[in-house]
Each structure stands twice: as structure tokens, then as C-alpha cells.
């Protein structure tokens, strides 16, 4: 049996998804700028998904713009803010756990002359919302905040910060990575008063290489990809049509039995949080219980998580140690950031959890744990 605990790092595709994509490689693979007849079929196939993306969000459908994924949806408005909106103010916030697709934007923003704030979390991995007024200052122009954190599962209150933002004087652009709060948490943007929000499809069972970028109508953001015009010239370059299609399969499904979902993986992520409890000692758990339904980080004390990875990775059981773009480095900055000690931070293991995953899955994982933690810690204790 094969057990995939892995789904913040990436999720497998709706049968659906592929159906639709290899529809798009085989039947209509004409390229949407063409004016033949096979150009505009695939053409009226990417609006239709537009449309039916913008209605999920309770968005019109020009505010909604394909891209490659989270990291270039994070670039194109954390630098398309940046440079619209220089002569209003070089100041942007942000935090210290975001995505590294974030905090390495911003550090390059840092050697171009702007200023960034980087909020502190507490040991629930979340900003002191007094903080964040209090960084506010006259020439900010950007705040930056992901709603849910990809290692812990914290959610900051983005509803609140949007609020409080809506209510300024001035304009202060406020962009939400959605990455791993899309599907996870039913909410629409207008609701929290963002302004944009990044979306990656393989997150929600769709393929890899394709997401979408919400970006409220009349926002000053200058394109950071220039050619032939594409998603009105916002991000040019020849449509990626069979992501696009698989995208639209998977928002459509994860959309439509949102609640449900919600329900089932919360309902898992309790079960392995209570099995993991009775059944192993000296753990730590790094996330809270008011946190997103399907991220559990557990430090395993006394051994390395790596080790540990790999050890369950031999019984087809399949996690991580955090990020997947960030977990071949040493430390992890988001648990450092919420005071975790180093020697909890090695032995921390990130459980993620989709609506693929059963109770039978949770309890036989849990059962390998135990007996791998053992092992290692009887390993260690002979030395």
C-alpha cells in the first residue's frame, strides 16, 4: 500500500485533469492567437475557464490571469507592485515565514533601494496584528502575507488585515499567496479585501507548471513579461492550453465539493494527530489546533526527520521534513522564526493530507511511525 502524506509539496491529478489534458495535447492543440477555426475553439475552451475560475472567486473574468504557478504569480505582483506604485512609496511588509519565492523577491527588491519589514510570528507561527498597524507608514505600498504558512499550516488573519487595509486613506495593495489556502479554506477575495491573490494548480490536484493570478480590476502593476500580448497583456507568451484546461478541471472539482472536503481531511488530520499522540513519545507538535485542515508538523524528538523520511520512505509511506522548495537546506526558517529549538526543528516530520487519503491510510502510517522511531531511537541510545 502506498501512502501519500506529502500534499502541500504537490497533489496527485484528478483522472478528470488528465482527461482534460491529454484532450488539449490530442484534439484541440490549435494555439489560441491563430484566427483559423481550430485557434478559436481552443481560444472559447480557456475563456469558458476564466469564467468558471471568476465565478468561484466571485470575481469578474478580467481579473483573472493564467501563469506558470505560485513562484511566478509571486514575482509578477510582488515586482509589478513594486514598480507601478515607486513614485507612491518604497516601502513593503511582509513576514518572516513566508515562501521563498516571497522572501527572495523581496531581498532582491532590498538591493534596488526599496525597504521591506519582515513581520515576526508568535510560537503559533501567526503576526501580532498590532505589528503589522504599526509597521504601516506613509510610503508603504505593499503588503505581502501568505494565508496559509506551507510548513505549519498557521492562517494569518488576512480578513482582518484587508479590512483594516480598505479603510486607509492612501492605497496599499494587498496581495495574498493563496497556495495552500485555495480549496482548503472556502473564502473569496472580495470578501477579505484583496487586491491579488496567487493560485497554484498542482496544489489542488491539477498538473504542475500552471496557476492563477487574481488581480482586482483597476490595480496599478506593471507586467513583468513582455511580447505578443497575451491575458491582456499582462503575461505574454503562447498559452499553456493543456494546464489551462487541467486547472479548470481541478478548481471545478475541489470547488464544487469544497465543504465536504474541508470536512474529511479535518477529520484525518485529527485522526493522525491522536494516533501519532497515544502511540509515540517525546514529540513535539509544531502546529496549532486552530491551523488549516491538512498540515500537521510533529517533531519526533531524539532523531533526525530526514533519516526518519527515508526510513518510512522504504515502506511507501511518503512525508516530508517542510517546504519542497526549500527542504534540501538546513533549518527550516519558518519553525525558527516561532522560537522551535534547533534539536526539535531535526526531528520535525510535516504531514499534509488530501481528500485522497482514508482513515485505514492515517492508522497503518501511524503503526510504521511508531515502529521506525523506535528503531532510530534504539539505534541512537546503543551508540
Not at 2 to 25: F, G, H
Not at 272 to 294: A, F, Q, R, Y
Request: glycine share 8%.
Amino acid at each position: 500500500m502506498e501512502i501519500y502524506l506529502d500534499n502541500s509539496a504537490t497533489t496527485k491529478p484528478y483522472k478528470e485533469v488528465v482527461d482534460k489534458m491529454v484532450y488539449a495535447l490530442t484534439e484541440e492543440y490549435g494555439n489560441p492567437s491563430s484566427v483559423h477555426r481550430k485557434g478559436v475553439i481552443v481560444e472559447k475552451d480557456i475563456k469558458n475557464v476564466r469564467k468558471e475560475i471568476a465565478k468561484f472567486l466571485g470575481a469578474k473574468e478580467k481579473e483573472v490571469f493564467f501563469t506558470s504557478g505560485g513562484t511566478e504569480s509571486n514575482n509578477a505582483v510582488i515586482r509589478g507592485i513594486a514598480y507601478a506604485n515607486k513614485r507612491s512609496g518604497k516601502h513593503l511588509i511582509t513576514t518572516k515565514i513566508e515562501h521563498p519565492s516571497v522572501l527572495n523577491t523581496f531581498k532582491d527588491l532590498e538591493s534596488e533601494g526599496y525597504n521591506v519589514t519582515y513581520l515576526d510570528v508568535n510560537d503559533k507561527g501567526v503576526i501580532d496584528f498590532e505589528d503589522f498597524q504599526k509597521a504601516l507608514r506613509e510610503d508603504t505600498i505593499l503588503v505581502s502575507i501568505m494565508h496559509v504558512n506551507n510548513e505549519v499550516g498557521s492562517i494569518q488573519p488576512v480578513d482582518k488585515i484587508g479590512k483594516y487595509l480598505s479603510k486607509l486613506k492612501r492605497k496599499v495593495y494587498f496581495h495574498v499567496d493563496g497556495v495552500q489556502s485555495f480549496g482548503k479554506i472556502d473564502f473569496k477575495p472580495s470578501r477579505y479585501n484583496i487586491d491579488l491573490l496567487s493560485v497554484s494548480a498542482h496544489k489542488i490536484h491539477g498538473p504542475k507548471g500552471i496557476g492563477f493570478l487574481y488581480v482586482k480590476e483597476n490595480t496599478k502593476i506593471k507586467p513583468i513579461l513582455t511580447g505578443g500580448g497575451q491575458e491582456s497583456a499582462f503575461r505574454s507568451g503562447t498559452e499553456n492550453v493543456p494546464g489551462i484546461l487541467g486547472l479548470g478541471e481541478a478548481v471545478r472539482i475541489t470547488m464544487t465539493g469544497i465543504k465536504e472536503n474541508i470536512e474529511k481531511i479535518k477529520n484525518l488530520k485529527e485522526l493522525l494527530l491522536k494516533e501519532i499522540k497515544d502511540n509515540i513519545d517525546d514529540i513535539k507538535v509544531n502546529s496549532s489546533e486552530d491551523g488549516v485542515c491538512h498540515i500537521l508538523n510533529v517533531s519526533f524528538l531524539g532523531i533526525k526527520g530526514e533519516i526518519l523520511l527515508h526510513y518510512l520512505e522504504e515502506e511507501n509511506i511518503y512525508v516530508s521534513t517542510g517546504s519542497a522548495c526549500s527542504s534540501k537546506k538546513k533549518g527550516s526558517h519558518v519553525l525558527l522564526s516561532m522560537g522551535i529549538s534547533n534539536k526539535e526543528i531535526e526531528g520535525a516530520i510535516r504531514f499534509s493530507l488530501s481528500s485522497m487519503n482514508n482513515e485505514e491510510e492515517i492508522i497503518k502510517a501511524v503503526k510504521v511511525i511508531k515502529e521506525k522511531v523506535e528503531e532510530l531511537r534504539n539505534i541512537i541510545n546503543k551508540r
